[in-house]
């Protein structure tokens, strides 16, 4: 079975096709080549970028159950909206259409990228141009490169949160400990503040209870009775009958005004 890319490489075809992922005559070659495993060309120029969204009708590789690539056509509905969609709809034969997550979707690279039946590879494995692989070193490489690919992506998510699939276990299981002994410190900060909360509260009632007249429970004292220093609203000091304090019976020998503010 021949490439995908394998099509006229004269100069006016090349220049009708360039900067297009995939020219019509491709498409047109792919009616026939749904389902199929693909060419050993088209394999080694085929990328897994698990952030990429899929265009209604690109042409991708998918895996088989037995891990074989094959060809693919994306297909798109209006209503829906693979940008934000964590899944795609790919046609792998001509009657049977399955749904993909876009980090299994194999995306094939761009005609530019291709340069004298080698493979230049630009956002695989961020080689500079002048750098391409013969096809065959390809080949034995991309599994490995593939790997890397969703890797580096994953990472890029990681790296938010300051962690990486390289960190080993060890340096993830104490830092882990650490995060682990700083939340039990805060849950203890966090009770001790409670309890002086709840005292300050307590001590704030009983300041306002001690305020109020004991012998009406509703007016503020006001007055202080001498020599025992208890203390009563005017109020009631006025209707005194006798002249003791009503707490301790002490004899009155006058009162005091004053205010609380």
Known sequence: MGSLFSIDTSPHRLDASRGEQLPVLI?????????????DVDRASV??????????GEIV??????????????????EEDLSSSGEAKVQ????????????EIFYFQSLGARKDGQVVDVAW???????????????????????????AE???????????????????????????????????????ALKQVEQALRDKRDAEMALVCVVCLVNSVDKVLIPCGHSYCSTCVKRLHRHSCPVCRREITDSAAFRIS
């Open 27 to 39: 498409e047109e070659r792919l009616r026939e080549l749904l389902g199929e495993p693909l060419s």
């Open 47 to 56: 990328q897994l970028v698990p952030l990429r969204a899929c265009l209604p």
């Open 61 to 78: 590789a998918v895996e088989d159950s037995h891990g074989v690539l094959r060809y693919g056509q994306v297909k798109h509905d209006e």
């Open 92 to 103: 792998v034969t001509k009657s049977c259409i399955r749904w993909y997550a876009v980090s």
């Open 125 to 151: 494995t961020g080689r500079r141009p002048s750098q391409s692989t013969k096809h065959e070193e390809l080949l034995a490489e991309e599994g490995g490169s593939s790997t890397v690919g969703v890797i």
């Open 154 to 192: 994953v990472n890029a998510l990681l790296a938010r949160l300051n962690v990486s699939l390289s960190t080993s276990y060890e340096e993830l299981m104490a830092e882990m400990l650490r995060l682990q002994h700083r939340a039990t410190l805060a849950e203890e900060d966090r009770r001790a």
